[in-house]
């Protein structure tokens, strides 16, 4: 199967930076989003994304395809930012949705 | 936006007894699934609930252990049968309104503790 690998593990940052996450497949993908985990385990769907660039506010992510990696960038990040962002990708030989193991992110006040 | 509500949102439980979650979503859905999110670690997929038929099980779930009932579009049920302390975990129902998986919704899951 596919192999989703999000970088970095863990991530701390001081309230109004900015920050960069990744996520690397392996396989050619024909759906890929992004959730944010909440430190109560809700997850939040940011972005469905297999291609190209989104913004939500302070969010953005942008995904290349043709080269098997998507980012997601938060800016001026704030204490509510904190949790575990996921990257989940579908193969186009699949039909289930395959997580990455998160990125653990602490914005410090 | 839709509501999915999924109950209990915890429960403590003695091993070797069996833990029924329910999962009630406002408006019909096309699809119903069902995660497993062991401490620390990232979801996994148990098994996609079929509507009217046997669910869909990932490798390394069996329906025995992990008996789930779709009867309707907005409704499912997860059953964590005969459980011991490494099923400890947090179950998560999640959903998707379109005909393939394009955005995927999560209930806000059950913290499940078996001593």
């Known amino acids: 199967g596919i192999q989703v690998e999000q970088s970095p593990p863990d991530l701390i940052l001081q309230e109004g930076a900015n920050s960069t996450l990744r996520c690397n497949f392996s396989?050619?993908?024909?759906?890929l989003q992004w959730f944010h985990q909440n430190p109560w385990g809700q997850l939040i769907n940011l972005f469905y994304i297999p291609s190209g660039t989104k913004q939500n506010g302070r969010l953005s992510a942008t995904t290349v395809a043709t080269e098997r990696y998507s980012l997601l960038y938060i800016s001026s990040s704030q204490t509510t930012d904190s949790g575990v962002y996921f990257c989940?990708?579908?193969?186009?030989?699949?039909?289930?949705?395959?997580f990455g193991g998160g990125t653990r992110l602490m914005v410090k006040p | 936006s839709a509501v999915i509500s999924q109950k209990p949102s915890r429960d403590i439980c003695q091993r070797g007894t069996s833990l029924t979650i329910q999962c009630q979503v406002d408006?019909?859905?096309?699809?119903m699934f069902w995660y497993r999110q062991q401490p620390g670690q990232s979801l996994t997929l148990i098994a996609t609930?079929?509507?009217?038929?046997?669910?869909?099980?990932e490798s390394g779930f069996v329906i025995d252990k992990f008996p789930i009932s779709r009867p309707n579009l907005t409704f499912s049920t997860l059953t964590v049968s005969n459980m011991s302390p490494e099923d400890s975990s947090i179950y998560l129902c999640?959903?998707?309104?379109?005909?393939?998986?394009?955005?995927?919704?999560f209930g806000s899951g059950t913290q499940l503790s078996v001593l």
């Open positions: 408006s019909q859905v096309t699809m």
């Open positions: 396989d050619s993908v024909n759906n």
């Open positions: 989940a990708v579908i193969y186009n030989a699949g039909n289930m949705l395959t």
């Open positions: 609930a079929n509507q009217g038929s046997e669910a869909t099980y």
């Open positions: 999640s959903v998707t309104w379109t005909g393939g998986i394009e955005k995927l919704f």
